[in-house]
């Protein structure tokens, strides 16, 4: 079992940046793949980002250009740099972890963290 704890989130005004951390421990040899995604009030969950652990990314179009997501193999870390934040960015944040990528940015990732909210202030 894999066991994500996210943290870095908070309350910033547009036009600001935050950094999301996300450390995985547990049965962590299968975690291929690591990403975020985030869920508005009212709104479905949605894909922010994925990473394989060879480093291939995937952004979803809302966040191209403004976000980056990377990660630390040897730390099982996995960052969302947030630039450029938007009002509609605000949500709370999930990290997520799967064998595959394909499922990461695509599917439904078997683990889940708590989630961290994030704020955008217009």
């Known amino acids: 079992q894999v066991q994500l704890v996210e943290s870095g989130g908070g309350l910033v005004q547009a036009g600001g940046s935050l950094r999301l951390s996300c450390i995985a421990s547990?049965?962590?040899?299968?975690?291929?793949?690591m990403g975020w995604y985030r869920q508005a009030p009212g709104k479905q969950r949605e894909l922010v980002a994925g990473?394989?652990?060879?480093?291939?990314?995937n952004y979803a179009d809302y966040v191209k250009g403004r976000f980056t997501i990377s990660r630390d193999n040897a730390k099982n870390t996995v960052y969302l740099q947030m630039n450029s934040l938007k009002f509609e960015d605000t949500a709370v944040y999930y990290c997520?972890?799967?064998?595959?990528?394909?499922?990461?940015?695509?599917?439904?990732?078997?683990?889940w963290g708590q989630g961290t909210q994030v704020t955008v202030s217009s």
């Open positions: 990473i394989s652990r060879g480093g291939t990314t």
């Open positions: 547990g049965s962590i040899f299968s975690l291929n793949a």
């Open positions: 997520t972890a799967d064998k595959s990528f394909q499922v990461v940015v695509g599917g439904t990732p078997r683990a």
